[in-house]
Protein backbone atom coordinates (compact mmCIF):
# COMPACT_ATOMS: atom_id res chain seq x y z
CA UNK A 1 0.00 0.00 0.00
CA UNK A 2 3.09 2.11 0.68
CA UNK A 3 4.22 1.76 -1.94
CA UNK A 4 1.31 2.29 -4.58
CA UNK A 5 1.42 5.51 -2.83
CA UNK A 6 4.78 6.40 -3.64
CA UNK A 7 4.09 4.98 -6.96
CA UNK A 8 1.07 7.35 -7.62
CA UNK A 9 3.12 10.47 -6.32
CA UNK A 10 6.12 9.63 -8.81
CA UNK A 11 3.02 9.37 -11.68
CA UNK A 12 1.67 13.00 -10.90
CA UNK A 13 5.22 14.38 -11.23
CA UNK A 14 5.22 12.83 -14.47
CA UNK A 15 1.99 14.06 -16.32
CA UNK A 16 3.58 17.73 -15.97
CA UNK A 17 5.39 16.19 -19.26
CA UNK A 18 3.00 15.92 -21.67
CA UNK A 19 2.97 19.78 -21.16
CA UNK A 20 6.39 20.10 -22.70
CA UNK A 21 6.26 17.12 -25.03
CA UNK A 22 4.21 19.05 -27.85
CA UNK A 23 6.27 21.50 -27.89
CA UNK A 24 9.03 19.13 -28.38
CA UNK A 25 7.69 18.06 -31.22
CA UNK A 26 7.06 20.88 -32.83
CA UNK A 27 11.16 21.55 -32.30
CA UNK A 28 12.16 18.62 -34.47
CA UNK A 29 11.71 19.52 -37.97
CA UNK A 30 13.10 22.94 -36.91
CA UNK A 31 16.33 20.80 -35.35
CA UNK A 32 16.54 19.02 -38.40
CA UNK A 33 16.27 22.27 -40.87
CA UNK A 34 19.40 23.49 -39.19
CA UNK A 35 21.57 20.84 -38.38
CA UNK A 36 21.20 17.51 -41.27
CA UNK A 37 23.45 16.06 -38.96
CA UNK A 38 20.89 15.37 -36.12
CA UNK A 39 18.07 13.84 -38.52
CA UNK A 40 18.74 10.16 -37.77
CA UNK A 41 17.92 10.95 -34.43
CA UNK A 42 14.49 12.33 -35.17
CA UNK A 43 13.10 9.38 -35.84
CA UNK A 44 14.36 7.67 -32.08
CA UNK A 45 13.52 11.17 -30.25
CA UNK A 46 9.74 10.47 -31.82
CA UNK A 47 9.83 7.16 -30.77
CA UNK A 48 10.69 7.89 -27.35
CA UNK A 49 8.62 10.84 -27.17
CA UNK A 50 5.23 7.79 -28.34
CA UNK A 51 7.08 5.66 -24.99
CA UNK A 52 6.43 8.21 -22.91
CA UNK A 53 3.20 9.49 -23.96
CA UNK A 54 1.92 5.71 -23.35
CA UNK A 55 3.80 5.15 -20.32
CA UNK A 56 1.93 8.22 -18.81
CA UNK A 57 -1.48 7.21 -20.17
CA UNK A 58 -0.87 3.62 -18.66
CA UNK A 59 0.81 4.90 -15.19
CA UNK A 60 -2.43 7.27 -14.87
CA UNK A 61 -4.99 4.59 -15.13
CA UNK A 62 -3.25 3.59 -11.73
CA UNK A 63 -4.00 7.27 -10.30
CA UNK A 64 -7.25 7.16 -9.61
CA UNK A 65 -7.83 8.99 -6.09
CA UNK A 66 -10.34 11.06 -3.93
CA UNK A 67 -10.36 13.92 -5.70
CA UNK A 68 -11.06 12.19 -9.22
CA UNK A 69 -13.74 10.77 -7.59
CA UNK A 70 -15.41 14.02 -6.36
CA UNK A 71 -14.82 15.34 -10.09
CA UNK A 72 -16.79 12.01 -11.61
CA UNK A 73 -19.77 11.94 -9.82
CA UNK A 74 -20.29 15.87 -9.50
CA UNK A 75 -19.48 15.94 -13.34
CA UNK A 76 -21.99 12.62 -14.08
CA UNK A 77 -24.64 14.67 -11.67
CA UNK A 78 -24.46 17.66 -13.81
CA UNK A 79 -24.99 15.64 -16.76
CA UNK A 80 -27.87 13.27 -15.23
CA UNK A 81 -29.90 16.57 -14.26
CA UNK A 82 -30.04 18.17 -17.71
CA UNK A 83 -31.55 14.96 -19.04
CA UNK A 84 -28.56 13.13 -20.50
CA UNK A 85 -28.56 9.62 -20.29
CA UNK A 86 -25.91 7.72 -17.99
CA UNK A 87 -24.40 5.96 -21.00
CA UNK A 88 -24.40 8.78 -23.57
CA UNK A 89 -22.78 11.17 -19.70
CA UNK A 90 -20.34 8.25 -19.49
CA UNK A 91 -19.04 8.96 -23.60
CA UNK A 92 -18.65 12.97 -22.81
CA UNK A 93 -17.08 12.22 -19.86
CA UNK A 94 -14.21 9.78 -21.59
CA UNK A 95 -13.72 12.55 -24.55
CA UNK A 96 -13.43 15.34 -22.50
CA UNK A 97 -10.95 14.63 -20.24
CA UNK A 98 -7.30 15.09 -19.91
CA UNK A 99 -7.51 12.07 -17.14
CA UNK A 100 -6.45 8.74 -18.63
CA UNK A 101 -7.58 7.35 -15.27
CA UNK A 102 -11.29 8.36 -15.37
CA UNK A 103 -11.07 8.08 -19.27
CA UNK A 104 -10.21 4.64 -19.01
CA UNK A 105 -12.70 3.77 -16.14
CA UNK A 106 -15.82 5.92 -18.15
CA UNK A 107 -14.83 4.34 -21.54
CA UNK A 108 -14.89 0.29 -19.50
CA UNK A 109 -18.56 1.34 -17.60
CA UNK A 110 -20.00 2.82 -20.11
CA UNK A 111 -19.21 -0.60 -22.34
CA UNK A 112 -20.68 -2.56 -19.41
CA UNK A 113 -23.72 -0.40 -20.28
CA UNK A 114 -24.39 -0.73 -23.15
CA UNK A 115 -24.20 -4.51 -22.99
CA UNK A 116 -26.92 -4.57 -20.79
CA UNK A 117 -25.72 -4.25 -17.17
CA UNK A 118 -26.75 -1.53 -14.69
CA UNK A 119 -24.37 1.41 -13.87
CA UNK A 120 -24.18 -0.52 -10.04
CA UNK A 121 -23.22 -3.70 -11.78
CA UNK A 122 -20.71 -1.74 -13.85
CA UNK A 123 -18.74 0.01 -10.98
CA UNK A 124 -17.89 -3.89 -9.49
CA UNK A 125 -15.33 -3.93 -11.98
CA UNK A 126 -13.29 -1.21 -10.13
CA UNK A 127 -13.46 -2.02 -6.75
CA UNK A 128 -10.34 -0.89 -5.84
CA UNK A 129 -12.18 2.66 -6.28
CA UNK A 130 -15.64 2.09 -5.53
CA UNK A 131 -16.66 0.65 -2.03
CA UNK A 132 -19.70 -1.33 -1.18
CA UNK A 133 -21.55 1.62 0.23
CA UNK A 134 -20.81 3.47 -3.26
CA UNK A 135 -22.15 0.51 -5.33
CA UNK A 136 -25.17 -0.01 -2.66
CA UNK A 137 -26.12 3.64 -2.91
CA UNK A 138 -25.91 4.34 -6.41
CA UNK A 139 -27.63 0.99 -6.35
CA UNK A 140 -30.64 2.40 -4.62
CA UNK A 141 -30.51 5.66 -6.43
CA UNK A 142 -31.41 3.40 -9.67
CA UNK A 143 -34.13 1.86 -7.86
CA UNK A 144 -35.48 4.63 -6.93
CA UNK A 145 -34.91 7.77 -9.95
CA UNK A 146 -32.81 9.28 -7.96
CA UNK A 147 -29.17 8.80 -9.17
CA UNK A 148 -28.81 12.43 -9.66
CA UNK A 149 -29.10 13.22 -6.20
CA UNK A 150 -27.56 10.40 -4.81
CA UNK A 151 -24.37 11.02 -7.19
CA UNK A 152 -24.27 15.27 -5.42
CA UNK A 153 -24.58 13.38 -1.81
CA UNK A 154 -21.86 11.18 -2.83
CA UNK A 155 -19.30 13.85 -4.15
CA UNK A 156 -20.40 16.30 -1.53
CA UNK A 157 -19.46 14.08 1.27
CA UNK A 158 -15.63 12.69 -0.45
CA UNK A 159 -15.29 16.82 -1.12
CA UNK A 160 -16.21 17.19 2.69
CA UNK A 161 -13.92 14.52 4.01
CA UNK A 162 -10.96 15.33 1.20
CA UNK A 163 -11.44 19.18 2.50
CA UNK A 164 -11.39 17.88 5.95
CA UNK A 165 -8.20 15.96 5.65
CA UNK A 166 -6.56 19.32 4.82
CA UNK A 167 -7.65 21.43 7.20
CA UNK A 168 -6.13 18.47 9.52
CA UNK A 169 -2.68 18.80 7.63
CA UNK A 170 -2.37 22.11 7.30
CA UNK A 171 -3.21 22.56 10.71
CA UNK A 172 -0.43 20.08 12.40
CA UNK A 173 2.39 21.20 9.63
CA UNK A 174 3.68 24.35 11.63
CA UNK A 175 3.92 22.29 14.67
CA UNK A 176 5.67 18.98 12.91
CA UNK A 177 8.24 21.77 11.18
CA UNK A 178 8.92 23.07 14.34
CA UNK A 179 9.55 19.84 16.05
CA UNK A 180 11.55 18.56 13.52
CA UNK A 181 13.66 21.43 13.56
CA UNK A 182 13.92 21.12 17.27
CA UNK A 183 14.77 17.63 17.26
CA UNK A 184 17.75 17.79 14.56
CA UNK A 185 19.04 21.12 16.14
CA UNK A 186 19.55 19.30 19.60
CA UNK A 187 21.35 16.02 17.95
CA UNK A 188 23.60 18.88 16.71
CA UNK A 189 24.24 20.31 19.45
CA UNK A 190 24.77 17.05 21.45
CA UNK A 191 26.99 15.69 18.32
CA UNK A 192 28.61 18.69 17.42
CA UNK A 193 28.88 21.62 19.49
CA UNK A 194 28.87 20.05 22.74
CA UNK A 195 32.23 17.56 22.22
CA UNK A 196 34.01 20.86 20.73
CA UNK A 197 33.38 22.14 24.32
CA UNK A 198 34.66 19.49 25.92
CA UNK A 199 37.81 19.29 24.14
CA UNK A 200 38.35 23.07 24.54
CA UNK A 201 37.96 22.42 28.48
CA UNK A 202 40.36 19.25 28.44
CA UNK A 203 42.87 21.25 27.37
CA UNK A 204 43.21 22.76 30.59
CA UNK A 205 43.90 21.97 34.05
CA UNK A 206 40.70 21.79 35.11
CA UNK A 207 38.65 21.30 38.09
CA UNK A 208 37.04 18.31 38.41
CA UNK A 209 32.90 19.01 36.17
CA UNK A 210 29.69 18.69 38.22
CA UNK A 211 28.23 15.41 38.47
CA UNK A 212 25.22 16.60 35.78
CA UNK A 213 27.88 17.84 33.44
CA UNK A 214 29.79 14.48 33.47
CA UNK A 215 26.66 12.98 32.61
CA UNK A 216 25.67 15.31 29.51
CA UNK A 217 29.30 14.96 28.29
CA UNK A 218 28.93 10.89 28.55
CA UNK A 219 26.03 10.99 26.45
CA UNK A 220 27.33 13.83 24.05
CA UNK A 221 30.36 11.02 24.00
CA UNK A 222 27.83 8.03 23.30
CA UNK A 223 25.95 10.03 20.61
CA UNK A 224 29.25 11.30 18.60
CA UNK A 225 30.52 7.89 18.87
CA UNK A 226 27.58 5.47 17.94
CA UNK A 227 25.98 7.61 15.42
CA UNK A 228 25.52 4.90 12.74
CA UNK A 229 24.23 2.04 15.40
CA UNK A 230 21.69 4.95 16.72
CA UNK A 231 20.21 5.50 13.44
CA UNK A 232 19.77 1.28 12.37
CA UNK A 233 18.33 1.13 15.80
CA UNK A 234 15.77 3.64 15.39
CA UNK A 235 14.75 2.69 11.94
CA UNK A 236 14.37 -1.20 13.35
CA UNK A 237 11.95 0.42 15.86
CA UNK A 238 10.55 2.34 13.44
CA UNK A 239 9.69 -0.58 10.88
CA UNK A 240 8.78 -2.89 13.70
CA UNK A 241 6.24 -0.34 14.89
CA UNK A 242 5.08 -0.09 11.53
CA UNK A 243 4.46 -3.74 11.61
CA UNK A 244 2.59 -4.37 14.62
CA UNK A 245 0.13 -1.18 14.04
CA UNK A 246 -0.46 -2.81 10.83
CA UNK A 247 -2.18 -5.38 12.24
CA UNK A 248 -6.13 -5.22 13.48
CA UNK A 249 -5.16 -5.75 17.20
CA UNK A 250 -2.36 -3.04 17.16
CA UNK A 251 -4.39 -0.25 15.38
CA UNK A 252 -7.06 -1.11 17.85
CA UNK A 253 -4.32 -0.29 20.62
CA UNK A 254 -2.95 2.78 18.78
CA UNK A 255 -6.88 4.19 17.98
CA UNK A 256 -7.46 3.56 22.35
CA UNK A 257 -4.26 5.43 22.81
CA UNK A 258 -5.28 8.49 20.82
CA UNK A 259 -8.94 8.31 22.13
CA UNK A 260 -6.95 8.99 25.65
CA UNK A 261 -5.10 11.77 24.58
CA UNK A 262 -6.85 15.15 26.16
CA UNK A 263 -7.32 17.29 23.51
CA UNK A 264 -6.34 14.54 20.34
CA UNK A 265 -8.97 12.36 21.42
CA UNK A 266 -11.88 14.73 21.45
CA UNK A 267 -10.94 15.67 18.11
CA UNK A 268 -10.92 12.31 17.01
CA UNK A 269 -14.13 11.02 18.60
CA UNK A 270 -15.67 13.95 16.66
CA UNK A 271 -14.04 13.28 13.37
CA UNK A 272 -15.40 9.88 13.61
CA UNK A 273 -18.79 10.73 14.64
CA UNK A 274 -19.24 12.93 11.64
CA UNK A 275 -18.24 10.55 9.15
CA UNK A 276 -20.52 8.00 11.06
CA UNK A 277 -23.69 10.16 10.98
CA UNK A 278 -22.72 11.49 6.91
CA UNK A 279 -22.63 7.98 5.67
CA UNK A 280 -25.73 6.99 7.71
CA UNK A 281 -27.98 9.74 6.90
CA UNK A 282 -26.67 9.58 3.02
CA UNK A 283 -27.71 4.96 3.27
CA UNK A 284 -30.78 6.17 4.85
CA UNK A 285 -31.72 8.59 2.51
CA UNK A 286 -31.32 6.05 -0.26
CA UNK A 287 -33.37 3.60 1.72
CA UNK A 288 -31.32 1.04 2.58
CA UNK A 289 -32.55 -0.98 5.87
CA UNK A 290 -30.73 -0.43 9.24
CA UNK A 291 -28.85 -4.00 9.28
CA UNK A 292 -27.27 -3.84 5.63
CA UNK A 293 -26.56 0.00 6.68
CA UNK A 294 -24.69 -1.05 10.10
CA UNK A 295 -22.64 -3.91 7.88
CA UNK A 296 -21.48 -0.80 5.54
CA UNK A 297 -20.40 0.91 7.92
CA UNK A 298 -18.41 -1.35 9.48
CA UNK A 299 -16.57 -1.40 6.05
CA UNK A 300 -16.28 2.53 5.53
CA UNK A 301 -15.64 3.68 8.96
CA UNK A 302 -12.24 1.32 9.22
CA UNK A 303 -11.57 1.89 12.50
CA UNK A 304 -11.33 -2.01 14.74
CA UNK A 305 -12.12 0.22 18.04
CA UNK A 306 -15.86 0.58 15.89
CA UNK A 307 -16.00 -2.97 15.19
CA UNK A 308 -17.41 -4.65 17.86
CA UNK A 309 -19.83 -1.36 18.14
CA UNK A 310 -21.46 -2.35 14.58
CA UNK A 311 -21.47 -6.22 15.02
CA UNK A 312 -23.65 -5.79 18.36
CA UNK A 313 -25.87 -3.45 16.35
CA UNK A 314 -26.24 -5.77 13.75
CA UNK A 315 -27.03 -8.89 15.90
CA UNK A 316 -28.89 -6.70 18.11
CA UNK A 317 -31.31 -5.11 14.96
CA UNK A 318 -31.55 -9.30 13.51
CA UNK A 319 -33.56 -9.78 16.64
CA UNK A 320 -35.99 -6.40 16.65
CA UNK A 321 -34.28 -4.29 18.81
CA UNK A 322 -34.01 -0.83 17.79
CA UNK A 323 -30.42 1.43 17.47
CA UNK A 324 -30.15 2.96 20.57
CA UNK A 325 -30.92 -0.27 22.62
CA UNK A 326 -27.72 -1.16 20.79
CA UNK A 327 -25.30 1.56 21.07
CA UNK A 328 -26.48 3.37 24.23
CA UNK A 329 -23.44 1.81 26.46
CA UNK A 330 -21.03 2.44 23.98
CA UNK A 331 -20.40 6.36 25.51
CA UNK A 332 -17.08 6.36 24.68
CA UNK A 333 -17.72 6.17 21.05
CA UNK A 334 -21.50 7.11 20.74
CA UNK A 335 -22.06 10.50 23.31
CA UNK A 336 -25.02 9.68 25.20
CA UNK A 337 -26.46 13.22 23.96
CA UNK A 338 -26.59 11.71 20.18
CA UNK A 339 -27.71 8.57 21.68
CA UNK A 340 -30.46 10.19 22.82
CA UNK A 341 -30.96 12.06 19.73
CA UNK A 342 -30.82 8.69 17.71
CA UNK A 343 -33.57 7.45 20.14
CA UNK A 344 -35.98 10.38 19.93
CA UNK A 345 -35.39 10.47 15.77
CA UNK A 346 -36.11 6.31 15.52
CA UNK A 347 -39.62 6.70 17.90
CA UNK A 348 -40.44 10.54 15.34
CA UNK A 349 -39.31 8.43 11.80
CA UNK A 350 -36.70 11.21 11.97
CA UNK A 351 -33.98 9.98 11.57
CA UNK A 352 -32.65 11.46 8.83
CA UNK A 353 -33.17 14.71 10.45
CA UNK A 354 -31.73 13.57 13.29
CA UNK A 355 -28.24 12.79 11.82
CA UNK A 356 -28.26 16.52 10.39
CA UNK A 357 -28.41 17.66 13.53
CA UNK A 358 -25.51 15.87 15.18
CA UNK A 359 -23.10 16.47 12.06
CA UNK A 360 -24.13 20.02 12.35
CA UNK A 361 -23.17 20.03 16.19
CA UNK A 362 -20.18 18.17 16.07
CA UNK A 363 -18.61 19.77 12.77
CA UNK A 364 -18.33 23.16 14.11
CA UNK A 365 -16.87 21.70 16.80
CA UNK A 366 -14.44 19.84 15.24
CA UNK A 367 -13.93 22.82 12.77
CA UNK A 368 -13.22 24.69 16.41
CA UNK A 369 -10.70 21.98 17.20
CA UNK A 370 -8.51 22.03 14.25
CA UNK A 371 -8.20 25.78 14.23
CA UNK A 372 -6.87 25.94 17.73
CA UNK A 373 -4.50 22.42 17.32
CA UNK A 374 -1.23 24.44 16.32
CA UNK A 375 -2.14 27.47 18.69
CA UNK A 376 -2.08 24.42 21.13
CA UNK A 377 1.01 22.52 20.57
CA UNK A 378 2.95 25.69 19.61
CA UNK A 379 3.45 27.08 23.40
CA UNK A 380 4.01 23.51 24.69
CA UNK A 381 6.75 23.07 21.99
CA UNK A 382 8.54 26.38 23.00
CA UNK A 383 8.07 25.70 26.31
CA UNK A 384 9.68 22.52 26.27
CA UNK A 385 12.33 22.91 23.64
CA UNK A 386 12.90 26.24 25.85
CA UNK A 387 13.57 24.27 28.66
CA UNK A 388 15.81 21.55 26.66
CA UNK A 389 18.07 24.69 25.74
CA UNK A 390 18.02 26.07 29.29
CA UNK A 391 19.16 23.08 30.41
CA UNK A 392 22.21 22.39 28.25
CA UNK A 393 23.48 26.11 28.65
CA UNK A 394 23.19 25.58 32.33
CA UNK A 395 25.59 22.67 31.98
CA UNK A 396 27.45 24.35 29.30
CA UNK A 397 27.68 27.24 31.83
CA UNK A 398 29.31 24.92 34.10
CA UNK A 399 32.29 23.48 31.87
CA UNK A 400 33.14 27.53 30.93
CA UNK A 401 33.38 28.21 34.91
CA UNK A 402 35.49 25.71 35.18
CA UNK A 403 37.79 26.61 32.51
CA UNK A 404 38.27 29.95 33.82
CA UNK A 405 38.87 29.21 37.12
CA UNK A 406 41.64 26.45 35.58
CA UNK A 407 43.34 30.04 34.15
CA UNK A 408 42.50 31.99 37.11
CA UNK A 409 40.25 34.94 35.21
Not at 101 to 116: F, K
Not at 149 to 173: P, Q, V
Request: aromatic share 14%.
Amino acid sequence: MVIRKNYKKIVNYLLFIPHYLPFISYLFPIISHLSPVYSPFIPRLLMFDNLIKQFIAESDKWSFGSKDKILLFKELWHLLQWGVGIAESLEILSQNTDNFAIRDICSTLREQIIQGKSFSNALLRFPEHFDDTDIATIQSGESSGNLDSLLAMLGAEYAYLNTLKNKFIGALTYPMILITISFWAVIALFVYVLPAIFEIANQFDAQELPWVTQQLKSFSDFLAGNGLNIAWVGAFIVFALFVVFSTESGQKRWYELLYNIPVLGKMIQAYYLIRFSRYTKILLWSGINYVNIFKMLKNVISNPIFTPLFDKTVAGLTRGQNIYDCIKDDTKLIPSTVAALIKVGEKTATLWQTFETVISIYQEELDNYIANLSKLIEPIMLVFIGGVVIMIALWVFGVIMNIMDSVNV
